[in-house]
């Protein structure tokens, strides 16, 4: 069975299938917005609500509602911004993603002295591709050549005189050293002399008065 086109909201590659067990599948891109078809609706207007749910091992997970003549779906907590309902009560999830794969059902709860109806839909969503590797991987490619078009770029350095330069500026900044070293050295050893030369001076004063007091 295949369902129009139309069932998928925005632009999407979806193909539509349908199982021997009368579950619906649909396969579905990654980061598409998607139309799951309610069947039961398509058929039967004596229903007072119908639900969305998504099947799982720990029970059914509600995703949407609407009650008979209302407009406005009903939300549950877990799937607003990412559900709506359209005018004939099918599913529309958007952007999905491989953790949206799974069995969904549409629950008609049906009017007194009718039956209850329900269809499954199963939802397969491909992996999302992932840039990151091959970004990193360019990038790796690339910096080699960056790196050489940046040295190149820069008046034609090449690696041995950036070495010769780098080469004469630690002799000279060595050589700058030690002659600070030196005039410190020089200073500090002026300066003690001049101390001891007081020094001496005043010991010869006192011994001076000393001697003629």
């Known amino acids: 069975m295949v369902v129009p086109p139309a069932l998928c909201a925005g632009v999407c590659t979806v193909h539509f299938s349908t199982a021997t067990d009368e579950t619906m599948i649909i396969k579905s891109d990654c980061n598409q917005n998607?139309?799951?078809?309610?069947?039961?609706a398509a058929y039967s207007h004596a229903y007072t609500s119908i639900t969305w749910y998504k099947v799982n091992g720990s029970g059914d997970e509600g995703i949407i509602r609407r009650r008979h003549g209302n407009l406005e779906p009903e939300l549950y907590p877990s799937s607003r911004n990412v559900a709506s309902l359209t005018e004939k009560n099918d599913l529309v999830l958007k952007n999905v993603t491989v953790r949206q794969t799974g069995l969904y059902k549409c629950s008609l709860i049906a009017k007194v002295g009718?039956?209850?109806?329900h269809s499954l839909v199963m939802l397969n969503?491909?992996?999302?591709?992932?840039?990151?590797?091959?970004?990193l991987l360019l990038a790796a490619v690339?910096?080699?050549?960056?790196?050489?078009?940046?040295?190149t770029g820069m008046g034609h350095i090449k690696p041995e005189e950036v070495t010769a330069l780098w080469a004469f500026v630690g002799f000279s900044t060595v050589g700058m050293i030690k002659?600070?070293?030196c005039a410190v050295y020089l200073w500090v050893s002026a300066l003690c002399s001049s101390a001891?030369?007081?020094?001496?001076?005043?010991?010869?004063?006192?011994?001076?008065?000393?001697?003629?007091?």
């Open 114 to 117: 009718k039956t209850n109806n």
């Open 34 to 40: 998607i139309t799951l078809p309610c069947n039961p």
């Open 196 to 213: 001891l030369t007081v020094l001496d001076h005043l010991q010869g004063l006192i011994m001076f008065i000393f001697l003629h007091s």
């Open 125 to 135: 969503v491909s992996e999302c591709a992932s840039v990151t590797a091959p970004a």
């Open 179 to 181: 002659v600070l070293l």
């Open 142 to 151: 690339l910096a080699p050549q960056a790196t050489e078009m940046q040295c």
